[in-house]
């Protein structure tokens, strides 16, 4: 079985941290994906990365950015929290073969006061 | 732009009934569509995926149809228990370009009751 896991399931922060959330998958999937999820608007793509030190920007990157240097290890960096940055953090990992089938991890609740 | 909507946005139903949930969208020009699971503060669990060239896939109580030319699919789900109350997403994943991104609907909220 695929597995992603997060670092975190809940975080507080102040405003102005910066603030590192971890995604790591075990199935050496090439494509890593970042969303946020808010109540009426669902699942919104911020970034994703098709290899390692690529990336691309999804439809909601501002006030965020991202490193993956190694296959497995996608980090989305929050260099200055905002409280409009409090949001439940999903990531996500796809293998570009084959079904294109996508696999999340469990969440990362972030709170920033 | 592809736009995936889900209605309802919620459904309550009795234990025991059979149910339908319906995902609608725009571009008909598809990869493929996935059906999730989602319970509540949690990530995301996937149920399903139909490829462009299927008409259903079936897991268990779960069956999954999609209808590309009409841009719909819907999920049913046969004999329904408590432990099914989740939020159900719908995703889609389009064909061509980069194909790497998925578009969501908003979901819906299940409640089983016993």
């Known amino acids: 079985d695929v597995k992603v896991t997060q670092s975190s399931r809940y975080l507080v922060k102040r405003t102005g941290e910066k603030v590192f959330l971890e995604c790591v998958q075990d199935?050496?999937?090439?494509?890593m994906f970042w969303y946020r999820q808010d109540p009426g608007l669902g699942l919104r793509l911020i970034y994703f990365?098709?290899?390692?030190?690529?990336?691309e920007k999804g439809d909601i990157p501002e006030g965020y950015s991202v490193s993956r240097e190694k296959k497995e290890r996608f980090s989305l960096i929050l260099e200055s929290a905002s409280t409009n940055q409090t949001s439940m953090y999903l990531c996500?990992?796809?293998?570009?073969?084959?079904?294109?089938?996508?696999?999340f991890g469990p969440g990362t609740r972030l709170t920033v006061t | 732009k592809q736009e995936v909507t889900q209605i309802p946005a919620a459904l309550s139903v009795p234990e025991g009934e059979n149910l339908v949930l319906n995902c609608s969208f725009t571009d008909s020009a598809i990869y493929n569509l996935q059906w999730f699971r989602q319970d509540p503060g949690k990530g995301l669990t996937s149920l399903l995926l139909i490829q462009s060239s299927q008409r259903e896939q079936t897991s268990g109580r779960l069956n999954a149809s999609l209808d590309k030319s009409s841009g719909r699919s819907t999920l049913y789900i046969a004999a329904s228990q408590p432990g099914d109350s989740a939020t159900y997403l719908c995703a889609v994943r389009n064909s061509g370009g980069s194909n790497y991104k998925l578009t969501f609907g908003k979901g819906t909220l299940l409640t089983v009751n016993p």
């Open positions: 199935m050496d999937h090439e494509n």
């Open positions: 990365s098709y290899d390692v030190k690529m990336k």
């Open positions: 996500a990992s796809l293998w570009a073969g084959g079904a294109h089938e996508q696999y």
